[in-house]
């Protein structure tokens, strides 16, 4: 069990960047494989990023590879999304999500167990 708190999400100007946080609770952080989903109104969720437990392997959607990064602390049960060149159709609700399953890393959103609650990030042109 454990719950993830997303934050830092805001409104920024196209071609600006935020950092969104995950805090997660629980001492098993450091097991979980974590990943990043995002839905904008009237969409459906879709994959953005994914790390696994220890970091070393990473994975993103072709639509924001190269502009977005994702890591993680796992001294601070913490994940990341640096989100740079932000476009207006980055626009949406991010959220991160966990999988403690031991598998090393996956972008299929039924695979993952835990979500947090989402934060809004929003894309002006």
């Known amino acids: 069990q454990v719950q993830l708190v997303e934050s830092g999400g805001g409104l920024v100007q196209a071609g600006g960047s935020l950092r969104l946080s995950c805090a997660a609770s629980g001492r098993t952080f450091s097991s979980y494989a974590m990943g990043w989903f995002r839905q904008a109104p009237g969409k459906e969720r879709e994959f953005v990023a994914a790390i696994s437990w220890g970091g070393s392997t990473t994975h993103y959607a072709g639509s924001v590879k190269g502009r977005f990064t994702i890591s993680r602390d796992n001294a601070k049960n913490t994940v990341y999304l640096q989100m740079n060149s932000l476009r207006p159709e980055d626009t949406g609700v991010y959220y991160c999500?966990?999988?403690?399953?031991?598998?090393?890393?996956?972008?299929?959103?039924?695979?993952?167990?835990?979500w947090g609650q989402g934060t809004q990030v929003t894309v002006s042109s």
């Open positions: 999500a966990a999988d403690p399953s031991g598998r090393t890393i996956t972008s299929r959103g039924t695979l993952y167990d835990y």
